[in-house]
Protein backbone atom coordinates (compact mmCIF):
# COMPACT_ATOMS: atom_id res chain seq x y z
CA UNK A 1 0.00 0.00 0.00
CA UNK A 2 3.11 2.66 1.02
CA UNK A 3 4.91 2.14 -2.57
CA UNK A 4 1.82 3.06 -4.16
CA UNK A 5 1.35 6.18 -2.47
CA UNK A 6 5.00 6.88 -3.05
CA UNK A 7 5.62 10.90 -3.72
CA UNK A 8 8.35 11.75 -6.43
CA UNK A 9 9.26 15.04 -6.00
CA UNK A 10 12.53 15.90 -4.75
CA UNK A 11 13.06 19.73 -3.42
CA UNK A 12 16.82 19.94 -4.24
CA UNK A 13 18.34 22.38 -6.82
CA UNK A 14 20.12 20.80 -9.54
CA UNK A 15 23.35 19.74 -10.46
CA UNK A 16 25.37 16.91 -12.06
CA UNK A 17 25.05 14.70 -8.57
CA UNK A 18 21.47 15.16 -8.70
CA UNK A 19 20.85 14.40 -12.13
CA UNK A 20 22.55 11.10 -11.31
CA UNK A 21 20.49 10.05 -8.29
CA UNK A 22 17.39 11.43 -10.08
CA UNK A 23 17.53 8.20 -12.66
CA UNK A 24 17.33 5.85 -10.15
CA UNK A 25 15.08 7.57 -8.12
CA UNK A 26 12.61 8.52 -11.59
CA UNK A 27 12.88 4.86 -12.44
CA UNK A 28 11.28 3.59 -9.10
CA UNK A 29 8.84 6.15 -9.30
CA UNK A 30 7.58 5.25 -13.07
CA UNK A 31 7.86 1.79 -12.58
CA UNK A 32 7.46 1.28 -8.32
CA UNK A 33 6.76 -2.29 -9.22
CA UNK A 34 10.51 -2.69 -9.84
CA UNK A 35 10.96 -2.62 -6.21
CA UNK A 36 13.06 -5.91 -4.86
CA UNK A 37 13.83 -6.83 -8.83
CA UNK A 38 16.87 -7.88 -10.29
CA UNK A 39 18.53 -5.68 -12.49
CA UNK A 40 21.24 -6.12 -15.41
CA UNK A 41 24.18 -4.19 -16.19
CA UNK A 42 26.15 -5.40 -19.29
CA UNK A 43 29.87 -4.58 -19.91
CA UNK A 44 29.87 -6.25 -22.98
CA UNK A 45 27.18 -8.41 -25.03
CA UNK A 46 28.13 -11.66 -23.10
CA UNK A 47 28.98 -10.71 -19.47
CA UNK A 48 26.73 -8.74 -17.13
CA UNK A 49 26.35 -7.97 -13.20
CA UNK A 50 23.42 -8.61 -11.01
CA UNK A 51 22.11 -5.87 -8.42
CA UNK A 52 18.34 -5.65 -7.19
CA UNK A 53 16.58 -2.24 -6.58
CA UNK A 54 15.60 -1.37 -3.39
CA UNK A 55 13.38 1.52 -1.55
CA UNK A 56 14.85 2.60 1.65
CA UNK A 57 11.87 4.05 3.35
CA UNK A 58 13.53 5.42 6.12
CA UNK A 59 16.00 7.81 3.78
CA UNK A 60 12.79 7.84 1.44
CA UNK A 61 15.34 7.18 -1.38
CA UNK A 62 15.46 4.62 -4.25
CA UNK A 63 19.01 1.96 -3.74
CA UNK A 64 20.68 -0.71 -6.05
CA UNK A 65 22.04 -3.71 -3.92
CA UNK A 66 25.35 -4.92 -5.78
CA UNK A 67 25.25 -8.58 -5.26
CA UNK A 68 28.72 -9.00 -6.49
CA UNK A 69 30.18 -6.40 -3.71
CA UNK A 70 27.65 -7.02 -1.28
CA UNK A 71 27.24 -3.26 -0.96
CA UNK A 72 24.55 -0.76 -1.37
CA UNK A 73 24.90 2.27 -3.84
CA UNK A 74 22.97 5.62 -4.15
CA UNK A 75 23.32 5.57 -8.08
CA UNK A 76 23.57 3.48 -10.86
CA UNK A 77 26.97 5.10 -11.77
CA UNK A 78 28.21 4.60 -8.39
CA UNK A 79 27.54 0.72 -8.76
CA UNK A 80 29.31 0.76 -12.36
CA UNK A 81 32.21 2.73 -11.26
CA UNK A 82 32.46 0.80 -7.93
CA UNK A 83 32.82 -2.51 -10.35
CA UNK A 84 35.10 -1.23 -12.64
CA UNK A 85 37.55 0.05 -10.24
CA UNK A 86 37.50 -3.69 -8.85
CA UNK A 87 39.08 -4.23 -12.60
CA UNK A 88 35.99 -6.30 -13.72
CA UNK A 89 35.71 -4.47 -17.02
CA UNK A 90 37.73 -1.37 -18.64
CA UNK A 91 36.54 1.69 -20.48
CA UNK A 92 33.36 3.96 -19.64
CA UNK A 93 29.59 3.09 -20.02
CA UNK A 94 26.46 4.67 -19.53
CA UNK A 95 24.58 3.69 -16.88
CA UNK A 96 20.96 3.84 -18.22
CA UNK A 97 22.01 2.07 -21.97
CA UNK A 98 23.41 -0.57 -20.29
CA UNK A 99 21.50 -1.70 -17.52
CA UNK A 100 18.74 -4.02 -18.29
CA UNK A 101 15.38 -5.58 -16.32
CA UNK A 102 16.40 -9.16 -17.94
CA UNK A 103 19.80 -11.12 -18.31
CA UNK A 104 19.16 -10.44 -22.16
CA UNK A 105 21.36 -7.01 -23.59
CA UNK A 106 18.50 -6.69 -26.93
CA UNK A 107 15.77 -6.68 -23.79
CA UNK A 108 13.74 -3.70 -21.93
CA UNK A 109 16.52 -1.45 -20.95
CA UNK A 110 16.00 0.94 -17.92
CA UNK A 111 16.88 4.10 -21.02
CA UNK A 112 13.80 2.69 -22.73
CA UNK A 113 11.48 2.45 -19.87
CA UNK A 114 12.79 6.76 -18.55
CA UNK A 115 12.76 7.80 -22.45
CA UNK A 116 9.29 6.25 -23.03
CA UNK A 117 7.72 7.12 -19.85
CA UNK A 118 4.63 10.58 -19.57
CA UNK A 119 6.70 11.11 -16.57
CA UNK A 120 7.70 14.33 -16.24
CA UNK A 121 10.55 15.66 -14.52
CA UNK A 122 10.69 17.22 -11.06
Not at 45 to 71: H, P
Not at 75 to 90: A, D, P
Amino acid sequence: MGEQLMKCDIDIPPSKRQKREEVLQELICIRPNLKGKIVYFFSTLDKYFEGVLFYNTKEKKAQIYCNKRNQMFKTFSQWINSLKKRGLFKGFRSAITTIFLEPDPISLSIATILHNSDHKPY
